[in-house]
């Protein structure tokens, strides 16, 4: 085989450490962002935050919607999430008692201060469902052998205030020496199903029903009937079969609501008001306000860091001749990073107001009036490319006088109607729930019907799309709608 030497020309693209930065700031959060900024402010001596800028307010913006943050999501525990089960592995030799720490340790409030000293009260974190009921458990006069056990039971609920272990299970977790049998464990159950809240320590959503039954008065109207339902007719109930239901308890219609009313009041979840979920808020990036008749966008000023090169710094690098290549690399740095920042909220900017100008209908009209959009529609209109679009309405946020929503909700498929046009499936989310919230109870809309009701109005959806959107709105099926 002959070797040779040949060249080539050829053309490929290079991202500079300036665009990867750009590209970077682009896709992320307002929150990200801070973050981002704080390690940049924490490495570079020469990049600082211009706190004269942040003192400054904007005094020709016009007055915004009332509240300047809202609650973006609430992390909610899965219902089936478990905490685990404790027990004191280090035993002492000989001792066959178990010992197992349950309670918060006290302490004493404490008199006057002798120095005279104001001693502030702090605020306490409410307490967790296992707190609480460890603080009852302290209260009651039981053996340190049935208190252990009634703890043991304690860690084995989940946020919801249920047992998702059997008995036997928790037996089994246990030393075989202890010897501990199935009724000491049911008694154990039936004082943790005697704490409050009322229908702590079920095993199951009937178990939960029953215990909060049971702890009703006795002269409460047709408690007997709801116990009968919960016990044998849990299922006949969700499923709204009332025919079957009024036949299985002999009664008329007032009564069967009656009892339907008794037990939807119940609460399913007894240990959620314990519950410690998260709490997120958003900043909005843009504002959108109506202003001589022409909706118009502006940046928030408040989710703009107010970034400068510290100047100070930089002309002593001027003036030295001998200036080291790390600190010119971080003044570019510090340069680059102002104008990305910069650019960033300049983009943010053009997209949103493209993105107003297109749906000032739905800010006139509500979510019916929506019209479909691509993000393709967009890149054309700004000449950006559609990824860039794309990272812009990411996890941005525009705050409108009817809400705030994040960029990536004025997108949306379109519909085929009659006339030949297209209507956005925001457009018909929301005409689904107005025809929802309007049917008669007794007899809900189906599917169907939903679909050929939109089909009335010139909207050509399937059955099957329909039922998509219903589900995605978190509306339950029309059986499971119906009502007496």
């Known amino acids: 085989m002959k070797h040779s030497l040949q060249l080539r020309l050829s053309q490929h693209l290079t991202l500079t450490p300036q665009l990867q930065l750009s590209i970077r700031l682009l896709q992320l959060s307002t929150q990200e962002l801070d973050q981002e900024i704080e390690g940049f402010l924490r490495d570079n001596p020469l990049l600082e935050r211009d706190e004269a800028m942040s003192d400054m307010t904007d005094n020709t913006a016009p007055p915004l919607p009332p509240r300047t943050e809202y609650e973006r999501e609430q992390a909610a525990?899965?219902?089936?999430?478990?905490?685990?089960?404790?027990?004191?592995?280090?035993?002492?030799?000989?001792?066959?008692?178990?010992?197992?720490?349950?309670?918060?340790?006290?302490?004493?409030?404490?008199?006057?201060?002798?120095?005279?000293?104001?001693?502030?009260?702090?605020?306490?974190?409410?307490?967790?469902?296992?707190?609480?009921?460890?603080?009852?458990?302290?209260?009651?006069?039981?053996?340190?052998?049935?208190?252990?056990?009634?703890?043991?039971?304690?860690?084995?609920?989940?946020?919801?205030?249920?047992?998702?272990?059997?008995?036997?299970?928790?037996?089994?977790?246990?030393?075989?020496?202890?010897?501990?049998?199935?009724?000491?464990l049911n008694i154990a159950l039936r004082h943790l199903q005697n704490f409050d809240p009322v229908g702590v320590g079920a095993r199951s959503l009937a178990e939960c029903l029953l215990l909060q039954l049971s702890a009703l008065p006795g002269a409460t109207p047709f408690c007997d009937k709801a116990i009968a339902v919960v016990t044998h007719h849990l299922d006949a109930l969700a499923s709204r079969d009332y025919v079957k239901l009024k036949r299985a308890l002999r009664c008329d219609e007032g009564s069967l609501r009656a009892v339907q009313k008794l037990i939807t009041n119940l609460n399913p979840r007894p240990g959620r008001e314990f519950a410690t979920d998260e709490v997120r808020y958003v900043i909005p990036d843009v504002n959108v306000i109506k202003n001589k008749g022409l909706w118009v966008v502006s940046l928030n000023r408040d989710a703009m860091p107010k970034l400068r090169v510290n100047r100070m710094y930089a002309d002593i690098l001027g003036r030295s001749r001998g200036s080291s290549q790390q600190m010119s690399g971080q003044l570019q740095e510090a340069k680059w990073l102002i104008k990305n920042v910069q650019q960033r909220f300049d983009t943010i900017l053009r997209v949103s107001q493209a993105i107003v100008d297109r749906q000032r209908n739905f800010l006139e009209h509500g979510a019916v009036a929506m019209r479909p959009l691509v993000l393709r529609e967009i890149a054309e209109t700004l000449e950006l490319h559609e990824s860039t679009v794309s990272r812009v309405t990411t996890n941005k946020y525009m705050r409108t006088p009817r809400g705030i929503f994040e960029l990536k909700f004025f997108f949306g498929s379109h519909v085929g109607t009659d006339a030949g046009g297209s209507a956005s499936s925001t457009a018909i989310r929301a005409l689904i729930k107005q025809l929802v919230s309007a049917e008669d109870s007794r007899k809900p809309l189906s599917d169907s019907q939903l679909s050929n009701i939109l089909g009335q109005q010139g909207m050509v959806v399937a059955r099957r799309t329909v039922a998509k959107y219903r589900e995605s709105l978190q509306i339950l099926p029309g059986n499971l709608r119906k009502t007496l």
């Open 77 to 184: 525990a899965p219902a089936d999430a478990t905490s685990s089960a404790t027990t004191d592995a280090d035993q002492p030799e000989g001792d066959m008692s178990l010992e197992l720490s349950y309670g918060s340790e006290s302490r004493g409030s404490g008199g006057d201060d002798e120095d005279g000293d104001y001693q502030p009260q702090v605020a306490t974190d409410a307490p967790t469902l296992r707190e609480h009921l460890l603080g009852q458990l302290a209260l009651l006069n039981l053996s340190d052998r049935d208190r252990t056990l009634v703890a043991l039971l304690i860690d084995t609920l989940n946020e919801d205030g249920y047992i998702t272990q059997s008995l036997d299970d928790v037996r089994d977790m246990l030393p075989a020496e202890l010897s501990v049998d199935d009724e000491e």
